[in-house]
């Protein structure tokens, strides 16, 4: 065989055998501009973590009007106690400033009929008459001490439960992954066919899901026919456990694989950027704006330049 007919041959089958540990199997080309564009293009976008997380702290007005002057057209809502009264106010403030209110976080006890964070959120959504999700995470105090079977049976019902409240009033419900058993997407899977009920999903965060990126295409084929929104995060392996858990979009090692991964699997609904530090907030999204935009150069062949400069990270 001619030499460098061989040595071609070499390079095409190194391109597509590298594992995940180094850069995707999908890596060898430009992916499709238009289904990245769609996929990762602002009009696609969510914002997460931006009310507790916010260095300024925004009032419902000043939060909405800075998702305009960004363009971010959706708000993943994240509250705390002292957020209930104004949730009315935040509803408002988005409709004013033409930011649609996506989805509504819910942390609650395995006993929703009577937790008040459930009925707040309930409460919400009935009187206002709103559709959207619901991301949330159940208690999982006491699971260790049962087998799998009685995990899943245990974290079923408050979930089950839930769903048939949220499908009165027209939402969905998204299994939140946050560490622990229920925060694994496979434990996941097994609650929401133990439940069997049609408005229940998954909501994957990369930044709850270090120990996940080299099985992240993996679960992406098994969380696809549940998956209701993606949100994402500069990663590095094992991030979380080098002080790097939270990291702008670009500034991770393994940012550009997981997106070709992402792009490649098919998937097509809601991606999230974050903010969770306690930056200001304003410039922490426009950080990860910057940062998916260069990344985006990236995944469809194009030389997108250097790296954009952060407001809110400075390069170790």
């Given at each position: 065989m001619d030499r460098l007919l061989c040595w071609a041959m070499c390079i095409a089958i190194g391109l597509v055998t590298i594992s995940a540990k180094g850069a995707d199997p999908v890596a060898a080309?430009?992916?499709?501009?238009?289904?990245?564009?769609?996929?990762?293009?602002?009009?696609?976008?969510?914002?997460?973590?931006?009310?507790?997380?916010?260095?300024?702290?925004?009032?419902?007005e000043q939060r909405a009007a800075m998702l305009q002057r960004l363009g971010i057209k959706r708000l993943a809502y994240d509250w705390r106690g002292k957020d209930i009264p104004t949730f009315d106010a935040e509803l408002a403030a988005l409709k004013k400033h033409d930011v649609q209110l996506g989805a509504f976080w819910l942390s609650m006890s395995r006993d929703p009929a009577n937790d008040d964070r459930v009925k707040a959120v309930l409460d919400f959504i009935r009187r206002n008459r709103v559709k959207l999700e619901i991301w949330v995470m159940v208690n999982q105090g006491g699971l260790?001490?049962?087998?799998?079977?009685?995990?899943?049976?245990?974290?079923?019902?408050?979930?089950?439960?839930?769903?048939?409240?949220?499908?009165?009033?027209?939402?969905?419900?998204?299994?939140?992954?946050?560490?622990?058993?229920?925060?694994?997407p496979v434990n996941q899977i097994a609650i929401i066919e133990k439940i069997d009920r049609p408005n229940v999903g998954i909501v994957y965060n990369q930044h709850h899901g270090h120990g996940d990126v080299d099985r992240f295409g993996e679960l992406l084929q098994k969380m696809m026919p549940h998956l209701l929104a993606v949100n994402l995060n500069g990663m590095d392996r094992a991030g979380d456990q080098r002080g790097?858990?939270?990291?702008?979009?670009?500034?991770?090692?393994?940012?550009?694989?997981?997106?070709?991964?992402?792009?490649?699997?098919?998937?097509?609904?809601?991606?999230?950027?974050?903010?969770?530090?306690?930056?200001?907030?304003?410039?922490?999204?426009?950080?990860?704006?910057?940062?998916?935009?260069?990344?985006?150069?990236k995944l469809i062949g194009q030389n997108p330049g250097p790296r954009p400069t952060m407001h809110t990270y400075t390069k170790p």
């Open positions: 080309g430009a992916l499709d501009a238009g289904r990245v564009q769609s996929l990762l293009g602002k009009p696609n976008l969510t914002a997460w973590c931006i009310v507790p997380f916010d260095g300024k702290h925004r009032n419902p260790d001490q049962l087998d799998q079977q009685g995990k899943v049976d245990a974290m079923a019902k408050p979930v089950a439960w839930l769903a048939d409240e949220a499908a009165r009033l027209g939402c969905r419900v998204g299994l939140y992954n946050h560490g622990g058993w229920y925060g694994d790097r858990k939270l990291l702008p979009l670009s500034a991770g090692e393994l940012d550009e694989p997981l997106l070709r991964q992402l792009v490649a699997s098919g998937y097509d609904g809601p991606v999230g950027i974050l903010g969770h530090t306690q930056d200001d907030v304003e410039l922490r999204l426009a950080d990860n704006l910057a940062g998916l935009a260069w990344l985006r150069q």
